[in-house]
């Protein structure tokens, strides 16, 4: 075997290993960048619902998906420590988790190649009917666990009592 062919077959082994680290490494680098948007994605969804799952789940994988990208952790970091402060001041306190959530939306758009200004990421829209409809499910909720934990009673009123034949008799409310 000559010099020559040998050159050859190193080249075409090297030349193949090369590919397949190249070929692994983009689809390493593509998988992460979609696990990043994805985050990104129901962050910006659910940005009027910060307490659904979703965007818990989300916000508490950032410091997984964007481990190293100093400036996307600073922010969530802020996010983080406000959101187990006390909430004297219920409006201050949304008005700074909405002001320190567009800071942390902006710097994760930036990192996934996203030209956002700021006023865009503030801006939800968030139908009145949506927050009636989650304002009221609470109310259910705590309710019900009052009512299973005997805090509250259940008032039962009977509108019609049957007489001793079965045929029932309607209640004259005024003679309670």
């Known amino acids: 075997m ?33 696990r990043r948007l994805n985050i990104f ?27 190293g990208v100093k400036n996307v952790i600073d922010k969530w970091d802020a996010l983080y420590r406000h959101f187990g402060t006390k909430m004297e001041d219920e409006k201050a306190w949304a008005t700074t988790r909405i002001d320190l959530m567009v800071d942390l939306l902006h710097s994760m758009s930036q990192k996934l190649g996203y030209k956002f200004d700021p006023s865009q990421l503030k801006a939800i829209y968030s139908p009145v009917a949506h927050g009636n409809r989650e304002d009221m499910n609470a109310a259910t909720r705590i309710a019900l666990a009052d009512l299973l934990h005997g805090h509250r009673t259940l008032r039962l009123e009977i ?7 079965g045929e029932p008799q309607a209640v004259d409310p005024q003679k309670k």
């Open 159 to 165: 509108a019609n009592w049957p007489d001793n034949m």
């Open 41 to 67: 994605r129901a962050m910006m969804e659910l940005r009027a619902s910060p307490v659904h799952a979703s965007f818990v789940n989300s916000f508490n994988a950032i410091p997984i998906e964007f481990y």
């Open 2 to 34: 000559s010099t020559t062919d040998i050159v050859v077959i190193v080249a075409a082994v090297v030349g193949a290993l090369v590919g397949a680290v190249v070929s692994i490494l983009w689809q390493y680098r593509d998988r992460q960048y979609d």
